[in-house]
């Protein structure tokens, strides 16, 4: 009886093992994948006026990215981004009846990400709710693998207690970069400049921006962002952004930041 037991044990130990080698990775935290032609239907609510999407493209697309609002209280606003991080195109209103409507032709093969918002949603965290559909046309997928991707993007990896400088410019306007959460962890975030007004956000592992700053972390560097305190409850990848306020305009200022996740 007592070899019985302890068989029954070492077998119950090797499915726990292989379990364990079997669980699945952090994934990065998007509120859809974007298909040519199939309207994405999404909400804002809760305090999240910004979703983070994407889409996979090729160098030579034609593509057009239309965020319709569903109700009168969402002003859509959306903001397109590069595989490298550059900001490809901004609108408010092109679309019919004022809703967000880019065309623009790609330059390269990859992920691209599209922030979806509202106008006063990009800078400023509010109580708007309501739904939106969301929809890219004429792109031609780069044959991504959307699991490796979402597993190990293409974006910096950032961890606890390791600053990490970065330079912006017009080619880049952006930084994002992943912070891997397995365990609930609360975390304090600055993004330090002495020559940009930074701006942050934090998207959790279902893509919703959760946390924004422009300027808490004034005591430290004049103009520049700092979060004291965000809770990262759900496993994934969490998307922290980082840029210069002014990254919507035709002139976004071109300096350095230096970004730091400490925990709480």
């Not at 939106?132 to 959307?146: A, D, H, I, K």
């Amino acid at each position: 009886m007592k070899r019985a037991w302890i068989g029954v044990i070492l077998l119950l130990g090797g499915v726990l093992s292989a379990n364990a080698q079997e669980a699945e990775p952090p994934l990065v935290g998007l509120a859809g994948l974007l298909e040519t032609g199939t309207a994405e239907r999404a909400r804002f609510e809760d305090g999240v006026v910004m979703q983070l999407f994407a889409f996979d493209a090729s160098a030579g697309d034609g593509v057009a990215v239309e965020m319709r609002a569903e109700e009168d209280a969402v002003d859509p606003f959306l903001i397109l981004l590069s595989p490298g991080g550059e900001v490809i195109a901004v609108d408010d209103d092109s679309g019919e009846d004022l809703n967000a409507r880019i065309e623009t032709r790609l330059d390269e093969d990859g992920v691209y990400l599209v922030l979806a918002s509202t106008f006063r949603g990009v800078t400023l965290a509010e109580d708007t709710e309501g739904d939106y559909s969301l929809e890219v046309q004429g792109n031609t997928p780069s044959g991504v693998n959307w699991e490796s991707w979402r597993a190990e993007p293409e974006l910096t990896e950032l961890a606890l207690n390791t600053p990490v400088v970065v330079q912006l410019d017009e080619e880049a306007g952006v930084f994002l970069g992943v912070f891997p959460v397995q365990d609930a962890v609360s975390v304090g975030i600055t993004a330090l400049s002495a020559e940009l007004d930074t701006l942050l956000y934090v998207f959790d592992a279902e893509g919703n921006r959760i946390a924004l700053d422009d300027d808490g972390a004034d005591a430290l560097a004049a103009y520049s962002a700092g979060i004291e305190s965000v809770l990262l409850d759900e496993p994934g990848l969490y998307v922290i952004l980082v840029t210069d306020r002014d990254y919507t305009t035709d002139e976004p200022a071109e300096g350095s930041f230096e970004l730091l996740l400490t925990r709480n």
